[in-house]
C-alpha cells in the first residue's frame, strides 16, 4: 500500500519569500511517481509538477521545484518568491498508476 | 478549452434519488479516472478506465456506485438510492498512458462535480 504524509495543515508565509511544503511518502513499488497538485478555493486539481522514482535530478518547473531525496521518502515542494496567487491548498500524491494524496496543506500568503 | 470538463459543475438531491455525472477527458487521453474528495480531505480513488475498458474499482466504490466509459471517450458515473454520506466533490482526471512506456503518466482533473445530498 502507498501512502502519503503532509505533516503541515496550514502555513502562512509573506509574499515574495520561498516556501517549502513538506511531504512523506511510503511504497513497496521500486518505480512510481511523486507529484503535485494545487487547489484554488473553485475546486480544480492543478498539477504542479512531477518527479520520477529513477529521476536523477530534482524536478523544476518555473517557481516550483522538487526536493527529492529517495533514502529519507521525502519530496518537498518549494515555491521560490511566493505570490498571492499562491494561496491555495497544495497537494502531494505517488501513483503507480492512480494516486494517492495526501491530507494537503494550506498556503496563505500575506500581502 | 481543450481540457477535462464535468457536468453539471454542482447538483443538490433528495435522499434516496439517483444521479449521474459525466465527465469528457482530454480528447487524446486514453485513461480515465474518478475521485472522491470530502471536505478537509485529499481525494480518494473510485475507478479508472483505459479505453473502454474499467481496470480498478476501489473499495469505495459500493454497489450503489457504477461507472462506465462506453466508447473509450467520455465517461459517467451514476449514483443509486443516494445517501446524506455521499455528498462530496466527485473528480474526473485523463492521463495519457504509453504501452510498455512509463508507468507514472500525470493526471490532468476537471473542476469537479459538488455534489449535496439534502
Known amino acids: 500500500a502507498q501512502k502519503i504524509t503532509q505533516t503541515q495543515p496550514g502555513m502562512f508565509v509573506q509574499e515574495k519569500e520561498a516556501v517549502t511544503l513538506d511531504c512523506t511518502y511510503d511504497?513497496?513499488?521500486?518505480?512510481?511517481?511523486l507529484f503535485w497538485y494545487k487547489q484554488p478555493s473553485s475546486g480544480e486539481m492543478i498539477f504542479l509538477i512531477y518527479?520520477?522514482?529513477?529521476?536523477?535530478q530534482n524536478a523544476t518547473e518555473g517557481r516550483y521545484s522538487l526536493n527529492f531525496q529517495k533514502a529519507r521518502k521525502s519530496a518537498n515542494l518549494v515555491i521560490s518568491a511566493s505570490q498571492l496567487g499562491d494561496s491555495a491548498m497544495y497537494f502531494c500524491a505517488m501513483s503507480s498508476e492512480k494516486l494517492t494524496f495526501g491530507t494537503g496543506t494550506r498556503l496563505t500568503i500575506i500581502p | 478549452d481543450t481540457g477535462v470538463s464535468q457536468n453539471p459543475r454542482h447538483k443538490i438531491t433528495k435522499r434516496g434519488q439517483n444521479v449521474t455525472f459525466r465527465c469528457d477527458p482530454i480528447?487524446?487521453?486514453?485513461?480515465l479516472y474518478w475521485y472522491r474528495q470530502t471536505l478537509g480531505q485529499g481525494p480518494e480513488f473510485l475507478t479508472y478506465?483505459?479505453?473502454?475498458?474499467?481496470?480498478?474499482k476501489s473499495r469505495l466504490l459500493s454497489d450503489r456506485f457504477s461507472a462506465e466509459r462506453p466508447k473509450g471517450s467520455f465517461s459517467t458515473l451514476e449514483i443509486q438510492r443516494t445517501e446524506q454520506g455521499d455528498s462530496a466533490m466527485y473528480l474526473c482526471?485523463?492521463?495519457?498512458?504509453?504501452?510498455?512506456?512509463?508507468?507514472?503518466?500525470?493526471?490532468?482533473f476537471g473542476p469537479g462535480t459538488r455534489l449535496t445530498v439534502l
Open positions: 482526471a485523463s492521463s495519457l498512458w504509453a504501452l510498455g512506456g512509463q508507468r507514472t503518466d500525470t493526471q490532468y
Open positions: 478506465f483505459q479505453n473502454e475498458a474499467q481496470l480498478e
Open positions: 480528447s487524446e487521453h486514453n485513461r
Open positions: 511504497t513497496s513499488d521500486p518505480s512510481y511517481g
Open positions: 518527479q520520477g522514482s529513477y529521476d536523477q
